[in-house]
């Protein structure tokens, strides 16, 4: 039990934290509303404890064995991560039509979001190195922190995109929207900086 409840305190404070996943929730819930944007919660919820499946099962032991493997994800995740905060500067307007400009991200491109999101890579290799036995029951304990990140992915994904649904009701300008996602998109850049530095 003393295990467990570790394991949900290092999954509720890093689900909640701020990271690129909490960043894009918070936009998509200011610019498009929660229901609009239930795939992109979706997507991170289900999304995530796969990916902590995959490393605890092994993956994380394929960018031990090639290093040059992570330096790789690293330098694309920072490439992807610039073109999604682009989307997000440029997200919630209207264009000359009058239509909004851009649309929330979709469950499938959420969920393959965690193979490129260095927190989500941090979180997994994190836990399987704290609450994974080395030699011990393996399977065992990768499934119970899967359950344990599944349980803590919803309320913090809910939680941000209704954090940014909130603050909607203060977006009432093109240029408020505008700065707000600018700042939203900075954001997310400068969340990357420590992962290659």
Request: proline share 6%; glycine share 10%; charged share 10%.
């Amino acid at each position: 039990m003393q295990t467990l409840f570790a394991m949900f305190g290092f999954a509720l404070i890093t689900a909640f934290t701020p990271g690129p996943n909490n960043t894009m929730l918070m936009v998509s819930g200011a610019n498009w509303g929660f229901w609009p944007s239930l795939p992109h919660v979706m997507g991170i919820t289900i999304g995530f404890p796969l990916m902590v499946f995959a490393v605890g099962m092994g993956l994380g032991g394929v960018f031990d064995a090639y290093p040059v493997l992570h330096d790789i994800l690293k330098y694309v995740a920072f490439a992807y991560l610039l073109y999604l905060a682009w989307k997000l500067a440029n997200a919630g307007r209207h264009d000359a039509s009058g239509a909004r400009v851009g649309k929330p991200m979709s469950f499938t491109a959420a969920a393959l979001f965690q193979w490129v999101n260095p927190k989500a890579w941090m979180m997994a290799i994190g836990a399987m190195a704290l609450y994974v036995p080395a030699g011990g029951d393996v399977l065992h304990a990768v499934l119970l922190l899967v359950l344990v990140f599944a349980s803590t992915a919803l309320p913090s994904a809910s939680v941000w995109c209704l954090f940014g649904t909130g603050i909607a009701r203060f977006l009432d300008s093109e240029r408020r929207v505008a700065i707000f996602n600018a700042v939203m998109a900075l954001l997310l850049v400068v969340s990357m900086v420590p992962t290659l530095l």
